[in-house]
């Protein structure tokens, strides 16, 4: 199926095993991918990889809204506007739509509209609530990158005379890239459209600049900018291709430096008015100084030494490496510390540094013999080093998805290594290196497709998730609390079951105090656990112990919103319970907590409020309301609450 290359480049070099010995790439003048048969000679490879995406991910187009679906989709106030909301998406913060109000999270903040952007367009062409649509287009756009990634790669690497598509670089690394378990994430989860679009747009971003060397057309050149200028507006990572393709351009071509320089301007400018409508979009550029960095949830690295924070970095860059060559276990969950804190007398750390900087020096000094590989680690180190940690914290440790771009570099360097190096190794001709070359390649594709389908399934609701991220993330504080949450919403409140329900407030307590032991502060699991709390007191009715666990969360999540909303419901649940027992605990929390340690008289009388409705006339209660009344100048109150305790006595 193969088109016979157009290029001046001798037989030898373009075979598809015949790039230079020693695994050099000359530089080529790359017709074969831009010639105007490329549909016509080359269907079957893209109809292929288009294929395996949707059979790969088929299973996953009739699941729901997971994760960060909520904050980017079906909660979004912007996005449920269809059309009319697609200005303020791109006038404000990813997550305003959700949380109504400007929240300083994360570093750098979230602007990424062009995703939510096409959630809006979905919205306004099929309505709310469709999330078969959103898992359909997630596919189709992907299995178009695999596409995209074919076409780039074929015009560097050509397909020579006799040579197979489906034993080209081209091919080989296109198909890795889709077959590639680490996708999982972008793909099921219809969020990931950030990822898989910023990838898309800069692949067409290389594409059209190729194609000015090519055709010498400046639009080209204007179609480059615009290109990534999506790219980056799907997702900031984006902004790595302004070095990625000078550098491509550079080893594959023969082009001049000055020529290099004209078709870089274009993405400087593309880069330029991104920053520019960002900035006005948020009103900040990275640190808006109100971030909230005491939160390990939020920031991993927060109580962490410099050399703490540095080795724990480079243990989690070691680890990405080991995901790309082998991606088992598989999860959502690398927060602390299912990442340990670590030091630099930690062996991983040690090796993820001297790995990283050996792969660095080795590709500087490797790159200038247009080394395939030193090409591969360049590309790889550029777009992962946004979301490194090293340069701009990204609030966890590590992410899947952080390596959906950088992933690249990995499918082409062992397209390379199958088709080109393989052959050269046994020494024989290409077409006799196929049987062996083909066998290795289908094992691993075979295994890679196994674990993508053992995978997606864990994607389908957020309980299933939940449940396969606490099973690989057990040092987690995130994946025990989640998945208590996930049994409490999806399980036990629908059980009506008496021994289900004990089961299930057994393992949530379990799930809970593990989340605790490991992040004591964890603001979602204090919750949870006055939560698992009151549900154990609904089995066992011990009214002292669910007291107990309540003045806990008190104490450390004492202006909680959400737990406080709780609280006083269950205040009100429990009116009719052991007197005595219900008034001390009020007098506890309202008087010698929010009174005398907080200060706080509103709150103070709130809870002594909830006594004074069980027992009217408790002379404590009736007191210790007289002195906060008298405290807060309110006399003629303080004289009527002492009035009534007197009477009592």
Request: with cysteine; aromatic share 16%; charged share 20%.
């Amino acid at each position: 199926m193969a088109a016979k290359s157009k290029s001046k480049l001798p037989q030898a070099q373009k075979n598809t095993s015949a790039s230079p010995k020693k695994g050099k790439a000359a530089p080529t003048p790359l017709t074969e991918t831009f010639s105007p048969g490329f549909w016509s000679n080359h269907w079957l490879p893209a109809l292929t990889l288009l294929a395996l995406a949707f059979a790969l991910y088929f299973i996953g187009l009739h699941y729901g809204y997971v994760l960060d679906d909520e904050m980017t989709y079906w909660k979004n106030e912007y996005v449920l506007k269809g059309f009319s909301g697609i200005r303020q998406i791109f006038s404000s913060d990813s997550f305003m739509g959700y949380f109504k109000e400007q929240k300083f999270l994360l570093e750098g903040g979230r602007y990424r509209p062009l995703s939510l952007a096409t959630f809006a367009m979905e919205v306004g062409f099929f309505g709310p609530d469709k999330p078969f649509i959103g898992h359909f287009f997630n596919v189709l756009l992907y299995g178009l990158t695999g596409i995209l990634m074919y076409r780039v790669l074929l015009g560097l690497f050509p397909i020579g005379e006799g040579g197979k598509w489906y034993f080209s670089v081209a091919f080989i690394a296109s198909a890795l890239f889709i077959l590639h378990p680490l996708h999982v994430e972008c793909v099921a989860n219809i969020k990931g459209r950030d990822e898989i679009l910023a990838l898309l747009g800069g692949l067409g971003t290389l594409w059209a600049t190729l194609k000015y060397f090519d055709t010498k057309g400046w639009w080209w050149l204007l179609l480059s900018g615009i290109f990534l200028l999506l790219a980056m507006f799907a997702k900031e990572n984006a902004l790595t291709f302004v070095a990625v393709i000078p550098l491509t351009v550079w080893f594959f071509t023969r082009v001049s430096f000055g020529r290099i320089l004209l078709a870089t301007l274009p993405l400087l400018a593309a880069a330029a008015l991104f920053i520019w409508a960002r900035f006005n979009a948020l009103g900040y550029m990275l640190d808006p100084g109100k971030l909230t960095d005491n939160d390990i949830m939020n920031n991993p690295f927060y109580g962490m030494t410099g050399g703490e924070e540095k080795a724990t970095i480079f243990l989690t860059l070691a680890w990405y490496l080991k995901l790309l060559f082998v991606p088992h276990p598989l999860t959502i969950d690398y927060y602390p510390y299912h990442v340990p804190k670590v030091s630099w007398s930690d062996w991983r750390a040690i090796l993820g540094i001297t790995t990283h900087v050996a792969m660095g020096l080795w590709a500087v000094w490797n790159i200038r013999k247009r080394s395939v590989p030193a090409y591969a680690i360049l590309f790889y180190l550029l777009t992962l080093s946004i979301v490194s940690n090293l340069f701009v914290k990204v609030g966890t440790f590590m992410n899947e998805r952080f390596l959906y771009m950088p992933s690249v570099a990995f499918c082409l360097l062992a397209g390379w290594f199958f088709a080109i190096k393989l052959p050269q190794w046994i020494k024989e001709k290409s077409n006799s290196a196929y049987p062996l070359g083909m066998m290795v390649f289908a094992t691993i594709a075979g295994l890679y497709v196994f674990r993508v389908v053992t995978r997606i399934p864990d994607w389908q609701t957020g309980f299933t998730l939940n449940r396969a991220a606490v099973q690989v993330s057990e040092g987690s504080a995130r994946s025990h609390c989640f998945y208590t949450t996930g049994l409490y919403e999806e399980k036990y409140t629908k059980e009506k079951d008496p021994e289900i329900r004990e089961k299930l407030v057994t393992e949530m307590e379990y799930h809970i105090k593990r989340s605790l032991e490991i992040n004591p502060k964890y603001g979602a699991a204090l919750i949870m656990k006055f939560n698992v709390a009151a549900a154990r007191f609904d089995l066992d009715h011990q009214l002292d112990k669910f007291f107990h666990v309540a003045e806990d969360v008190v104490e450390k999540i004492p202006y909680n919103g959400t737990f406080r909303a709780n609280l006083a419901a269950y205040m009100k649940y429990l009116d009719g319970s052991n007197a005595d027992k219900y008034m001390s605990f009020c007098y506890r929390v309202g008087y010698e907590f929010y009174w005398k340690k907080k200060n706080d008289p509103s709150t103070a009388l709130d809870f002594l409020n909830y006594a004074l409705n069980r027992q009217y006339e408790d002379i404590r209660t009736l007191e210790s309301i007289a002195e906060i009344r008298e405290a807060i100048h309110q006399p003629i109150q303080a004289a009527e609450f002492r009035k009534r305790a007197a009477a009592q006595k």
